[in-house]
């Protein structure tokens, strides 16, 4: 079945109505901290105060005679026992050597690295008591000097003895001489210094771990806010505790948010889990929001410069960016992935540059680790393509539009001279929907309308791209992957024609119980209802690689449709025997089997009962049963799409930004639930205008404090920042699933900060403001016109 003959199935494109919703808004979901083990202890963590220190000793007497307290864990307790918190990822240099890659201790053994680096563990009876009990808890530091600027970081005082410079790698992609060779004929050549501001996940649902453990079978049980559980499992057992995989079994129960911060092996959840076996009894953690801000992976974090060559008429022919990006004090799981092969190789855009060289220069600094954040690697790409596109445009005096349309590809496939290849587009169609949907026809007459109200007003364009579902495993393995980037799934049919499904994707707000529920009614012709989705738990799903890269819907739900077609194969062969016809005469449509050319027909239900009833056909032919196991490894990543359009209004005399209007229109290929999509798109805008006018993670040159650790500073959007967003949909069905999904969780964070800060300068243009940096705060933009003024 095609993609296109997929999409006329139904269920397919109907807004159903989430089936997880009623346990989320009436209180019953169940979320790790809901978790209670028996004889359950609770652990908290002794933090480092400082960005840079050695441990000259960590005093835990007086901790350890407190009440209630069961036992207080050092680093020293842990050396030799257990192995670091290892990198998903293995990036080289151009000379082929690897990347630098110091030990992440579990806790601290010599020295701490940032402010919040795991000291100690206390575990006590009651929450109250550890947390008392860390109080104790005397920790002496010899301060060292911190290393936060990048800029400078080579000639500071090093972090890690294996990065005497901190430096941890070069990368590089491109043909650089001839992009220097096209750079020598340009007829006008476009540059650009920008920085994407540090981001800090704030999910709904901190981090949290409890883990117990059974003496009589010597296995352990994991319950943790994760993505992607099996991967957790993986790193926990493998590459730390040296553990025999199959005796932790891990459970990711419901999770409130993720964002990417939530798929990494940290270090809280192999502390637990040891300590379960050495004390005998359960240890629960659950982050404070305090902690969260200072010890979950951040996102973001580049320096770049990039430039444009361009002939007469505006026409791309080549791009040269530079990029450092801060990586923080360790390496977490798939750090070194995100500045580099999802980043560089999303350089192309939309467009047909023929040429494009980049480098990236990885650096160590006393911050907090950065990671994957909603996007990872593309959102950063996108903001460089998309912020000089519209540099050029308006240096060549054409309009922000017009540039784009002018290079546009056209023609698919399309090799971009980064690696990847596009399979399908139309980013024509996607222009033109946005610019009616946006009325951009009448933005002259809302600039006048702003003008004499004393405002400014500006338009912003954005036409990205991403590439989602990470594929395939061969070739992301030759890129350094340290892992499969497959997907698995179970269909079990029961004896009355219901069906349970296991998935190795995991589902922590985007409505896989409902999506991939009407994947299944639409492929077997039942209703959605009979249709149950379980996920997130080690011991009852096979393998799979869970949720990240908006992959769930092209990995998982096609793993999904080819056990499906191993189950319409078996079960045509029951229905041949019932009806005496031959496999080949089998026809399945709507939920029933028929004989071509007859009016013989019988229900799925039917052959469902005989399968598990097997009186009407021969066992020595068939198994009874009608499960089935499947696993897709992707040929190619699929590559959603879309333009956005933003409008602003600026007040000069306060600086403060107003997002006025905002046009959404993406290709994400077949849609199965568009409510879902819009839910999600939503959601990403959200957080892309987020950063791109309020969110800043910063820390203090000197001290290297996090100097937003709350929202007392650390901005989080509202409802109220933002208009009524108006959203299109293109479908081009991507060519290589049989879906024809592309994905589409985070386009809105991908597309939108360019859009934004674009359509501010446009407002400031007048005022001779040129440029600005994330987020375009009420501050720095009337610092930008009192400079310009000046």
């Not at 990885?362 to 907090?368: D, E, K």
């Amino acid at each position: 079945m095609g993609a296109n003959d997929f999409a006329k199935l139904p269920h397919i494109g109907e807004s159903m109505k989430r089936k997880e919703d009623e346990r989320f808004l009436t209180g019953v979901g169940q979320y790790t901290d809901d978790i209670h083990q028996a004889n359950q202890k609770y652990a908290v963590f002794v933090r480092s105060p400082h960005a840079h220190a050695a441990l000259k000793s960590v005093d835990v007497g007086a901790a350890e005679k407190m009440p209630g307290v069961v036992k207080v864990f050092t680093g020293k307790d842990m050396e030799g026992k257990m192995g670091g918190l290892p990198c998903g990822w293995l990036i080289s240099n151009p000379d082929g050597s690897p990347m630098k890659e110091p030990p992440h201790p579990i806790l601290a053994n010599t020295k701490v690295r940032y402010v919040g680096d795991h000291v100690a563990m206390v575990v006590a009876d009651t929450l109250q008591q550890a947390k008392d009990a860390a109080e104790a808890v005397e920790v002496d530091y010899d301060v060292l000097d911190a290393v936060i600027d990048m800029r400078t970081a080579r000639n500071g005082p090093a972090l890690h003895d294996e990065a005497p410079d901190n430096h941890c790698y070069k990368w590089t992609l491109g043909d650089k001489a001839a992009v220097d060779e096209a750079f020598a004929r340009a007829a006008h050549v476009t540059k650009l210094d920008i920085t994407n501001n540090r981001l800090i996940p704030n999910a709904m649902e901190p981090r949290a771990a409890n883990a117990s453990y059974n003496r009589a079978s010597d296995e352990y049980v994991l319950y943790v806010a994760n993505q992607n559980p099996h991967v957790e499992r993986l790193l926990l057992t493998a590459f730390v505790l040296q553990l025999p995989e199959h005796k932790v079994r891990v459970i990711a129960p419901d999770v409130g948010g993720g964002f990417g911060s939530k798929i990494f092996l940290y270090a809280e959840d192999v502390a637990v889990t040891w300590a379960a076996r050495q004390l005998n009894c359960a240890v629960k953690w659950t982050a404070e929001r305090s902690e969260s801000f200072v010890s979950d992976a951040h996102g973001r974090d580049h320096i770049t410069h990039a430039e444009m060559a361009m002939d007469k008429d505006g026409k791309f022919l080549a791009m040269r960016v530079h990029t450092d990006a801060n990586l923080g004090s360790y390496l977490s799981t798939f750090a070194s992935s995100v500045p580099t092969i999802l980043y560089g190789t999303l350089l192309a855009g939309q467009y047909t540059a023929p040429q494009i060289y980049v480098e990236v220069d990885g650096w160590f600094t006393s911050t907090a680790p950065v990671d994957a954040y909603r996007g990872a690697g593309r959102p950063e790409a996108t903001y460089v393509v998309e912020r000089l596109a519209t540099r050029c445009a308006w240096e060549l005096g054409l309009s922000q539009d017009e540039i784009r349309k002018r290079n546009f590809i056209t023609s698919f496939p399309y090799q971009t001279p980064v690696a990847l290849q596009y399979d399908i587009g139309d980013y024509h169609a996607c222009m033109d929907q946005a610019q009616e949907l946006a009325d951009v026809k009448g933005f002259e007459a809302r600039r006048t309308a702003s003008e004499a109200k004393g405002l400014k007003r500006g338009i912003g364009y954005s036409s990205y791209i991403e590439a989602c579902g990470l594929a395939p495993s061969n070739i992301a393995g030759a890129l350094g992957a340290r892992a499969g980037l497959f997907e698995a799934g179970e269909v079990r049919v029961h004896p009355t024609g219901s069906v349970t499904v296991f998935t190795g994707s995991h589902s922590h707000g985007q409505g896989h119980e409902t999506t991939f529920a009407q994947l299944v009614a639409a492929r077997l012709g039942i209703d959605p209802s009979q249709v149950d989705i379980v996920h997130g738990d080690t011991g009852r799903v096979p393998f799979g690689m869970g949720t990240y890269g908006s992959r769930s819907l092209s990995v998982g739900g096609t793993a999904i449709m080819k056990a499906i077609d191993k189950i319409e194969a078996k079960a045509k062969k029951i229905a041949a025997h019932l009806m005496e016809a031959s496999d080949a005469d089998i026809e399945f449509s709507g939920g029933e089997f028929s004989v071509k050319g007859t009016d013989k027909k019988i229900p799925f239900a039917q052959v469902a009962l005989t399968a598990y009833v097997p009186h009407n056909y021969p066992l020595d032919k068939l198994e009874p049963g009608l499960n089935e196991t499947a696993f897709y490894d992707p040929t190619n990543f699929t590559y959603p799409a879309g333009t956005y359009i933003c409008e602003v209004e600026v007040d000069p005399a306060t600086g403060v930004v107003r997002v006025d209007r905002f046009t959404a229109v993406d290709d994400f290929g077949v849609i199965i639930n568009p409510m879902i999509v819009e839910g999600q798109v939503h959601g990403g805008l959200v957080q892309g205008i987020g950063q791109a006018l309020l969110e800043h993670g910063v820390y203090d040159p000197e001290s290297g404090q996090l100097l937003t650790g709350s929202y007392m500073d650390y901005t989080m959007p509202r409802a109220a920042d933002f208009p009524e967003f108006r959203l299109g949909h293109v479908c081009t069905p991507c060519t290589h699933n049989p879906i024809g999904s592309k994905g589409c969780g985070e386009a809105g964070a991908i597309g939108s900060p360019p859009a934004v800060i674009n359509a501010v300068l446009d407002a400031l243009k007048p005022l001779g403001v040129t440029e600005l940096d994330m987020p375009a705060t009420p501050h720095r933009v009337w610092q930008a016109i009192q400079s310009a003024q000046a």
